[in-house]
């Protein structure tokens, strides 16, 4: 083994620490199962180069199957955790997975406070009558500190001196679509006074009540937190620093004994995301506030098409919103809870693809995934159309001098 050379073994120890961390990513994940099969895989690939090296391949095998058990004993499912006597406030209960949550949770056992934008709306009623008279209704719009303020003490009333089992923060809004130049700074504002600065408020809030439980925090995410989706900048943006505060959250809540753990849902259809009034309204507010040279550099009929496919991919999204449901149940009783959770299908792919792929593959998985355009902006139209007609021009003028010769 001394003949071979410090670059041999250099390389090796490299692959060894990049296989490794892969594997230890992917099982991290929980993703599916294609994936981890793909990472040993290239463990059976370190095995064979390490047995070309003369290490006892046996030795090596015996260490993976170890590491294995350890992993899967570990990991072993356990009983969830009785849902009697918890509390749990959870916010954006209106319609969506708030209003489905709030009514699974209830059904589980929890003492539910959910709040809704509106008391008398349908949401709210349907709850009323459906659930038990555990579930507390109270009117809270996030971004009025007031009425958070507020919740808390209605929450304290009725708590006494128990502490609050969990938080789930579901309350969210996507007010804009279309390229991020296109994008209103109303809507990036819309977007972060909600999906930020709305739920920072509300977790701040009631810290205190969770850390006296060493309760649980569920933050219901999305990918565009991570990734680049095509036309959902001002959403994303809001989602990526909502994603890095509940992240640092994490961390600081170690210590008190208070789990922080993250949903990424697929695609699902909620609120308004299927209604055409609504992305009508979007389309002419967007058209109505840009200005004239911006609208004509883009064109009118480049911004359509991006609501008309806003609302087919809204219209073919899935139904069943149990994978999401049955995740934010996981998260609260389960002994363990995941620190990130990928609800729905495809997610995982996704996350992994963006993970371990070059840059040029996930971008295009992403534009093939979301919103697939086939209209260029209408100032790019032009240009392509000149060159064409250019080169043209110049291909006749070339037969003609052949003719002439």
């Not at 209106?94 to 009514?103: L, T």
């Not at 579930?135 to 500190?145: F, G, K, M, R």
Request: hydrophobic content about 45%; aromatic content about 10%.
């Amino acid at each position: 083994m001394e003949d071979y050379a410090l670059p041999f073994w250099l390389y090796m120890g490299v692959m060894s620490v990049f296989v490794g961390g892969a594997i230890k990513k992917v099982l991290a994940s929980h993703i599916s199962a294609v994936p981890t099969l793909v990472a040993w895989l290239s463990a059976t690939v370190l095995v064979e180069r390490l047995w070309s090296f003369c290490v006892p391949a046996v030795l090596v095998l015996a260490a993976l199957c170890l590491a294995c058990c350890l992993y899967s004993v570990r990991t072993a499912p356990m009983p969830a955790l009785p849902a009697e006597g918890k509390v749990v406030f959870i916010t954006g209960c209106d319609s969506g997975f708030g209003n489905a949550a709030a009514r699974n949770l209830d059904e589980l056992g929890f003492e539910v406070f959910a709040t809704v934008l509106d008391l008398s709306g349908q949401g709210a009623r349907d709850l009323k009558r459906t659930c038990s008279p555990r579930l507390t209704l109270l009117q809270v719009d996030i971004t009025q500190p007031q009425q958070v303020q507020q919740a808390l003490l209605d929450t304290k009333a009725k708590l006494g001196l128990r502490g609050l089992w969990g938080l789930v923060n579901n309350a969210g809004v996507c007010v804009n679509f279309g390229d991020a130049e296109l994008s209103l700074l109303s809507n990036f504002r819309g977007c972060m006074e909600v999906n930020f600065f709305g739920t920072l408020f509300v977790t701040k809030t009631f810290l205190p009540l969770l850390r006296q439980a060493k309760g649980r925090i569920v933050t219901i995410s999305s990918p565009a937190g991570d990734q680049p989706f095509p036309s959902l900048a001002a959403y994303g943006a809001s989602k990526a620093a909502l994603n890095l505060f509940i992240n640092t959250l994490r961390h600081e809540m170690e210590p008190w004994g208070v789990k922080v753990s993250t949903i990424l849902p697929s695609s699902y259809k909620t609120g308004q995301s299927s209604n055409q009034e609504y992305w009508e309204k979007q389309f002419k507010h967007l058209v109505q506030n840009l200005s004239p040279s911006l609208l004509e550099e883009y064109g009118e009929d480049y911004v359509e098409e991006t609501k008309e496919l806003f609302h087919s991919y809204a219209r073919t999204a899935n139904e069943d919103l149990s994978p999401v449901i049955d995740t934010i149940s996981e998260a609260l009783l389960s002994p363990r809870p995941h620190v990130r959770y990928f609800a729905g299908p495809g997610v995982g792919l996704m996350y992994f693809i963006y993970s371990y792929f070059p840059f040029s593959i996930s971008d295009r998985f992403l534009q093939k995934l979301f919103v697939r355009k086939k209209l260029a902006p209408r100032a790019l139209r032009k240009e392509n159309s000149l060159s064409l007609n250019g080169l043209n021009h110049n291909i006749n003028n070339n037969n003609i001098e052949k003719v002439v010769k």
